[in-house]
Every structure is written in C-alpha cells, then in structure tokens.
C-alpha cells in the first residue's frame, strides 16, 4: 500500500470519527450568563430595553467602536429595531419581540452574514442586593455536524462577551440615580435635595 493510499485511508477514518461525534455535540447553542446590579430591577430594565443605551455596555461596540449602528421604531412597541454594520462585526439586526415590564425581554437577533437567527432574552429578578440580571442566547436547531462543532467552539467565546458586557451594564446601572416614588406615587430622584434641606 502507497503512502498516497495510507493517507486517503487515515483522513476518511478522521472523518468518520468527527461525523460520529458530532451526533453527541447540542444540536443548538443555548447558554446563559447572570450578574447581581445594586439597583431597582426597573433601573437596569429601562437600560436594557432602550437600544439607545446599548452601546453603553455591548461588548461588541468595544471590539467594533467604528460600525455603523442605526434604531428603528420606538421604545417599548413591537418591531423595534437596533441594526449594525461593521468590519470585525458583520451585520444584523436585532428586533423586538416581547417586553414584560421589569421581568423580561426577548429580542430576535438576526446574523445577516448566516443568514441564521437567534433568541436574545434578558430576565430581570429581585434579590436581597439589587437585581439579579441574567442574558440569554437561544439558537436555532441543526443538524448539520459543521454547526454542531461550531456550537461547542462560539460558547466560550460568546459567554466571555456576555461577562463583560454585564459587567459594563452593571457599572453603568450602578452609577445612575435610582429612581424612588413618593407618597402621591411619581417618581422622584433618589439623588435631588429636599427643598429647605
């Protein structure tokens, strides 16, 4: 047997194995990450729902500072829309799909260059220390092995960005004035003075 055979013969076995153990890889990327923010869950709720406030914590604007970003719709109401377009970022849009005041909220991420979506989901949970925030990615089902492999490989990335862009909205939430009622029910600056004080 040549070399040139003893080659072909070890690549198709290196495939084959691969093939087999993708079946045992997820069949979709599904990963969450949490962090506590010392503030009212309605704080770091408006924060989030306002795409007017993203590029204060997305940790892709960091890596892609120079890509063009534009916002559709208005806040609060459905088709709401934040799109990007940059070199190291490609382009998409990200669409809102439901809003639950303080508790939740669910955008459909679209990746233009894959022409592949995904589920962005933010929850918002009172805790003893503020708000415990956790950012979800939900993606679509495959069954092809390359996607499989991909799964594995983008998770430890993506969770890497998701950290810092909490830890981004965590110290950009905690530095904002806290929003209190008074005794009529309107909201007040937890941080302007009493009058006569």
Known sequence: MNVFKKILIGLSALVLVLALISFFLPTKLEMSRSIVVA??????FEVVADF???????????MDPEAKTTI???????EYKYSWEGDKVGKGSMTRTETTPNSVIVNDLYFADFDAHSED???FESVPEGVKVTWWSIGQESNNPMMRYMNVLMKGALEDQFDQGLTKLKEYCEKMPIPVQDNMGAEMDSTSEEVGS
Do not use: I, L
């Open 39 to 44: 503030t009212e869950p309605a704080a770091v």
């Open 121 to 123: 989901k933010w929850t």
């Open 52 to 62: 007017d406030q993203f590029n204060n914590y997305s940790p892709w604007h960091v």
């Open 72 to 78: 559709e719709g208005t806040k609060g109401e459905a």
